[in-house]
């Protein structure tokens, strides 16, 4: 596999693994360098010259590994070659489902994401060591391989630099009462995948997001906003303002098609007959920006995500292409958009169809970001 993808490995072993996988046979197996923790008592190379020959670092860590990382401490080689790192830097949790998800292994983890150019990988669903199955299980390695790659064909590629790219992501919430409030399935992973994905290829990105418990992408300047409404407000100050001038738009904020007429400013209270909503529509963000726009700039990207599927989703998408004046719609399926990390789409311009995924939201948006340069040339 890494001759296929002409991509020279290098191995970090500490002392545990050692034991289990001996020094020779690894280096037979990856050809390349290997590298020894101090506790074998065989150091070959410091590991401040690691980052002298080190593109990319992928690394597997247990359960010890993200209080170390986010404390910026190192126990082990590998721990210290990742804080020394000047690359992206991949990791890929494995460990029992109970650590995984213990609340000081979330908040170390959550640090970890703020980190630039470091990506968590997993871990998924299914069977660990133990023998229990559960959220834990690492990765395969395929799924690591193809993250290796996207992450050394992006980290070299700054083809969006000295553009500025405004996306919007997550959900919005209408207010009923001080309570309740209507709202959307929608995640925000997509639209802080493509923020992410844009802020590694070079450009000035400004993310609005509906509310979600998300890090935001590092290099990325963040507005949090709660209604339709605010996202209006926010788009129109972003757009109206933005220096440079916005060179592309990317609504993937699942804005609320409609609010209620009125807010009660008290909690309503419970009755024993049938309830009644008076919604009035929300302004539809994407068609005003679309009929307002003078020219070819900001390129604008819309979103649709429906529940039809095949020609009937396809079909759908172009109408709405249409109908807002957008230049690209990414079209998908409800079920493969909401609540997942993995996802499947169809980028949808007026001569042309390209298959996004299915794979990862980050691959996703890494191919989004990929059209996005291509057409800003």
Partial sequence: MQRR???????????????????????????????????????????????????????????????????????DLITAAALCARCPVLLAP???????????????????????DWEILGPVIGEVASGEIGMGRMLEPEQIAAAVVRALATSRTKDLAGRHVV?????????????????????????????????RRG??????????????????????????????????????????????????????????????????????????????????????????????QPFLLGFAVETEQGERLVAAARAKLAKKRVDAIVANAARDALGTDETRAILITADAEQALGPGSKAAVADQISEFLAARLR
């Fill in 5 to 75: 993808a002409a991509v020279i490995l290098g191995w970090v072993l500490i002392l545990a693994g050692c034991a289990r996988q001996p020094p020779p046979t690894t280096y037979q197996l990856s050809g390349q360098i290997l590298l020894i923790d101090a506790g074998t008592q065989q150091v070959i190379i410091r590991h401040g010259d690691i980052v002298g020959f080190m593109p990319g670092m992928t690394m597997p860590y247990k359960v010890r590994d993200p209080q170390l990382l986010s404390g910026r401490t190192a126990g």
């Fill in 94 to 116: 494995a460990m029992h489902p109970s650590m995984w998800e213990h609340p000081l292994t979330q908040a170390n983890v959550e640090r970890l994401r703020t980190v630039p």
């Fill in 167 to 199: 996306v919007t992501a997550g959900p919005t919430l209408e207010d009923l009462d001080p309570v309740r409030a209507l709202t959307n399935r929608s995640s925000g992973k997509m639209g802080f995948a493509i923020a992410a994905s844009a802020a």
């Fill in 203 to 296: 450009a000035q990105v400004t993310l609005i997001s509906g509310p979600v418990s998300l890090a935001t992408p590092a290099g990325v300047e963040r507005i949090d906003v709660r209604s339709a409404l605010d996202m209006q407000a926010a788009l129109q100050r972003t757009l109206a303002e933005a220096a440079p001038p916005a060179a592309a738009l990317v609504m993937c904020a699942a804005i609320a098609d409609y609010r209620p007429r009125q807010v009660s400013p008290s909690k309503l209270k419970r009755s024993s007959g049938a309830v009644t909503l008076e919604l009035v529509p929300n302004p539809d963000l994407l068609a005003e920006i679309g009929a307002a726009r003078v020219g070819s």
